[in-house]
């Protein structure tokens, strides 16, 4: 009996030792896969927060510009406050958008014909340059919606208003156009008019005003600055068509988070008609 007794007992143990080894081996496992679950689980985390420009930019705290700073009232260089400074409506949109993304904005200025090479090296994350996105750019680069399309207006003096009505009425007539723009090129397409073309639109409203000119084609925001702020000018019905095509904001292709980003900033100037006013006034900040 002494010798069953000490066997039984011999045995209780090793099935006790086992269990508990075996408890013991099971308990370790499940910390163990518990542990790799969750850095897993906040690698895959951080990676999706971490993809994509648009997570690049708000990491670094900031989103760089591209732009060609030559395109008044676009983008151009003004002496402000005695620094040389870059300026324009453009310049308006990507601070709005660095404002809404609560980054900085950084402005690399280069000439316009590097402006995609340089995105699609990363050198800057996008471009607002007055750029049109035709068939053969939009291969290379993503692009938002236009956010401007450069409608024309006719401005002529407030008691000549009546007198101009459809763009028939401009057949023959003295019209004033800033050299080198669309609107020169929509004068030129008038039967007989008589184009007076001049590098300011300041300059050009004061030969309407002085009936040097009998109308003035500029672009319809800034005509009705001008029209808004001279009781003595008036805005015709008259919309001159041109097709240009429009400017819109480019990305590299496939960041499709930080277009979403920027044509939510783009939607909201719009409806707000920012982009309008900063036209006007920027068109006038650079003739002063």
């Known amino acids: 009996?002494?010798?069953k007794k000490s066997?039984?007992?011999?045995?209780?143990?090793?099935?006790?030792?086992?269990?508990?080894?075996?408890g013991g081996n099971n308990k370790g496992n499940n910390s163990s896969s518990n542990a790799s679950?969750?850095?897993?689980?906040?690698?895959?985390?951080?990676?999706?927060e971490a993809t994509g420009k648009l997570a690049d930019i708000k990491k670094a705290g900031k989103i760089v510009l591209g732009t060609s700073a030559e395109y008044a009232p676009y983008e151009f260089h003004k002496n402000v406050d005695g620094k040389d400074t870059i300026v324009g409506f453009d310049i308006e949109i990507a601070k709005e958008v660095a404002k809404d993304l609560g980054v900085e904005l950084e402005i690399k200025d280069?000439?316009?014909g590097n402006l995609l090479a340089e995105l699609k090296l990363?050198?800057?994350?996008?471009?607002?340059?007055?750029?049109?996105?035709?068939?053969?750019?939009?291969k290379a680069v993503d692009f938002s919606k236009i956010y401007y399309d450069a409608k024309q207006a006719v401005l002529v003096r407030a008691a000549d208003k009546d007198k101009f009505m459809t763009m028939a009425d401009l057949e023959g007539k003295a019209i004033g156009v800033q050299m080198g723009s669309t609107q020169e090129k929509i004068g030129q397409g008038i039967k007989g008019a008589k184009l007076k073309s001049l590098g300011k639109t300041t300059d050009l409203v004061?030969?309407?005003?002085?009936?040097?000119?009998?109308?003035?084609?500029?672009?319809?925001?800034?005509?009705?600055?001008?029209?808004?702020t001279n009781k003595d000018l008036?805005?015709?019905?008259i919309a001159p068509e041109y097709e240009a095509?429009?400017?819109?904001?480019?990305?590299?292709?496939?960041?499709a988070d930080l277009l979403a980003a920027i044509q939510k900033t783009l939607d909201h100037l719009i409806a707000d008609k920012k982009i309008d006013q900063w036209v006007s006034e920027m068109t006038q900040v650079a003739e002063q």
């Open 122 to 138: 990363g050198k800057i994350d996008f471009v607002i340059a007055g750029m049109t996105p035709d068939e053969e750019r939009s």
């Open 206 to 228: 004061l030969e309407l005003k002085s009936k040097k000119v009998d109308a003035l084609i500029a672009e319809a925001p800034v005509a009705q600055g001008y029209a808004n």
């Open 245 to 255: 095509g429009g400017s819109a904001v480019a990305v590299n292709k496939g960041e």
């Open 37 to 48: 679950e969750s850095p897993a689980a906040s690698a895959d985390n951080g990676a999706a």
């Open 234 to 237: 008036a805005l015709t019905a």
């Open 110 to 112: 280069m000439d316009f």
């Open 1 to 3: 009996m002494t010798l």
């Open 7 to 22: 066997l039984v007992l011999i045995l209780t143990l090793v099935v006790v030792f086992t269990l508990a080894a075996c």
